[in-house]
T-cell receptor
């Protein structure tokens, strides 16, 4: 199972772009990269998933370099409501994959 | 799509008592997962079901923990003889298939006095 490493915490200000990088040096060929967001007293919520290059949706972008040993979640123009914990998960589609969460990155957005 | 529902939202119990939590997944979601989360930590995997089959239970924290999904729909998580260390948020999630995105409920916050 590929292990992920993220910064424990980050600070930003409203209106800025935030980039959270996740390292997954032993990612396997069939592994996908998935990011979740969690607010206090709620379960995590899916943000975005990708395999290679770039994925964009209405919430975020996910950048994955060619070697796939890291990935970067990009949140454009953050607001106070983006203050949350962000988790990076890596796993293979199908089979006995068990989504495994680390400690995540606690993002605090300041006014 | 009514989302994943967990009941109760909060449970306060005395040490030594048994507690049971219920999770209603999104209908037609085959996979159902249970996690435990303590303050400052990410969700910790406990067990999961593929329909009614419990495919992984070795990570249940002790033999006091058990889970069922009798008809492949709702699931229950039971903790027997609760201890103060069991105090945590218990989260349930479901997905259509493996490695499809998880949908989480709001969790059950357990406090053992």
């Amino acid at each position: 199972l590929a292990k992920t490493t993220q910064p424990i915490s980050m600070d930003s200000y409203e209106g800025q772009e935030v980039n959270i990088t996740c390292s997954h040096n032993n990612i396997a060929t069939n592994d996908y990269i998935t990011w979740y967001q969690q607010f206090p007293s709620q379960g995590p919520r899916f943000i975005i998933q990708g395999y290679k290059t770039k994925v964009t949706n209405e919430v975020a972008s996910l950048f994955i370099p060619a070697d796939r040993k890291s990935s970067t979640l990009s949140l454009p123009r953050v607001s106070l409501s983006d203050t949350a914990v962000y988790y990076c998960l890596v796993g293979e589609e199908g089979g006995s994959y068990i989504p495994t969460f680390g400690r995540g990155t606690s993002l605090i957005v300041h006014p | 799509d009514t989302g994943v529902s967990q009941n109760p939202r909060h449970k306060i119990t005395k040490r030594g008592q048994n507690v049971t939590f219920r999770c209603d997944p999104i209908s037609e979601h085959n996979r159902l997962y249970w996690y435990r989360q303590t303050l400052g930590q990410g969700p910790e995997f406990l067990t999961y079901f593929q329909n009614e089959a419990q495919l992984e239970k070795s990570r249940l924290l002790s033999d006091r923990f058990s889970a069922e999904r009798p008809k492949g729909s709702f699931s229950t998580l039971e903790i027997q003889r609760t201890e103060q260390g069991d105090s945590a948020m218990y989260l349930c999630a479901s997905s259509r298939t493996s490695n499809e995105k998880l949908f989480f409920g709001s969790g059950t916050q357990l406090s053992v006095l």
